[in-house]
């Protein structure tokens, strides 16, 4: 509260914003929760996360993108479901909140190939990428040989709500996701994105861009398995950056 001198007369003023913290606010620090892919739909904030993921993308056409390529379904049961079945058993999701409300998020799960974005991949299972059995914890491993590190992994699905950009939301969910499977025994991360949306944002956080991992998609191009479906309005380049987790 301060005073204001008009004409003679003093005025209270009353400062709201001092006391209520807007969006743009960047001291606030955000909580976050790193969750297992398969618990998504039994979380309570998950359909304003559904939203949020939503409508960070520019390109929200599910037709015209090849079959691997993870768009959310619209429906918040469905999408949790599509989601949870690509992070598989052994993925995470973190999320970061502000104010109670997630506005950010990432998954992580093992490294599934290099050419898994246009469908081509061969098929890879966690135990390949780690190099040998991967046991699961639990009573019927007791005395079994200690599991061995998965040392490859990926992201998928880095979404911030658009209302909540600039704040550098994105870059702490995967600096959250680093430190998990740094933990595990990680020694690089993956990420797949389309330039036109991240811009140099991955380059920012240490990714280097793989030479021949990337591609494009045309204008017109339609996916092969849903040829009435709707046709790409503009050029999408895709594109392929590694960090190596020391």
């Given at each position: 509260?301060?005073?204001?001198?008009?004409?003679?007369?003093?005025?209270?003023?009353?400062?709201?914003?001092?006391?209520?913290?807007?969006?743009?606010?960047?001291?606030?620090?955000?909580?976050?929760?790193?969750?297992?892919?398969?618990?998504?739909?039994?979380?309570?904030?998950?359909?304003?996360?559904?939203?949020?993921?939503?409508?960070?993308?520019?390109?929200?056409?599910?037709?015209?993108?090849?079959?691997?390529?993870?768009?959310?379904?619209?429906?918040?049961?469905?999408?949790?479901?599509?989601?949870?079945?690509?992070?598989?058993?052994?993925?995470?999701?973190?999320?970061?909140?502000?104010?109670?409300?997630?506005?950010?998020?990432?998954?992580?799960?093992?490294?599934?190939?290099?050419?898994?974005?246009?469908?081509?991949?061969?098929?890879?299972?966690?135990?390949?990428?780690?190099?040998?059995?991967?046991?699961?914890?639990?009573?019927?491993?007791?005395?079994?040989?200690?599991?061995?590190?998965?040392?490859?992994?990926?992201?998928?699905?880095?979404?911030?709500?658009?209302?909540?950009?600039?704040?550098?939301?994105?870059?702490?969910?995967?600096?959250?996701?680093e430190e998990l499977i740094r933990e595990k025994g990680a020694r690089s991360l993956t990420t797949r994105y389309i330039e036109e949306?991240?811009?140099?944002?991955?380059?920012?956080?240490?990714?280097?861009?793989?030479?021949?991992a990337g591609g494009l998609l045309p204008k017109g191009f339609r996916n092969d398995s849903r040829p009435d479906g709707e046709a790409?309005?503009?050029?999408?380049?895709?594109?392929?950056?590694?960090?190596?987790?020391?």
């Amino acid at each position: 509260m301060s005073q204001l001198r008009i004409r003679g007369k003093d005025y209270q003023v009353y400062n709201l914003s001092l006391a209520t913290p807007t969006i743009m606010d960047s001291a606030i620090p955000p909580t976050t929760k790193c969750i297992p892919g398969s618990s998504l739909s039994t979380e309570p904030y998950w359909p304003k996360l559904h939203r949020t993921i939503i409508d960070a993308y520019r390109h929200k056409i599910l037709d015209v993108f090849p079959s691997s390529w993870m768009r959310l379904d619209p429906d918040p049961s469905i999408a949790a479901g599509k989601l949870a079945a690509e992070l598989g058993p052994l993925g995470y999701y973190a999320v970061a909140f502000l104010d109670g409300q997630p506005v950010a998020g990432a998954g992580v799960l093992p490294f599934r190939g290099k050419d898994y974005v246009l469908g081509n991949t061969t098929k890879q299972t966690a135990a390949q990428e780690a190099g040998g059995p991967v046991h699961m914890p639990g009573p019927a491993n007791s005395g079994a040989e200690e599991p061995r590190a998965i040392k490859d992994w990926e992201l998928c699905c880095v979404a911030t709500d658009p209302m909540h950009r600039e704040r550098g939301l994105a870059a702490h969910v995967v600096t959250r996701l680093e430190e998990l499977i740094r933990e595990k025994g990680a020694r690089s991360l993956t990420t797949r994105y389309i330039e036109e949306e991240s811009g140099p944002f991955w380059r920012k956080l240490g990714f280097q861009t793989q030479a021949g991992a990337g591609g494009l998609l045309p204008k017109g191009f339609r996916n092969d398995s849903r040829p009435d479906g709707e046709a790409l309005k503009n050029d999408i380049h895709f594109t392929m950056g590694v960090k190596v987790l020391s």
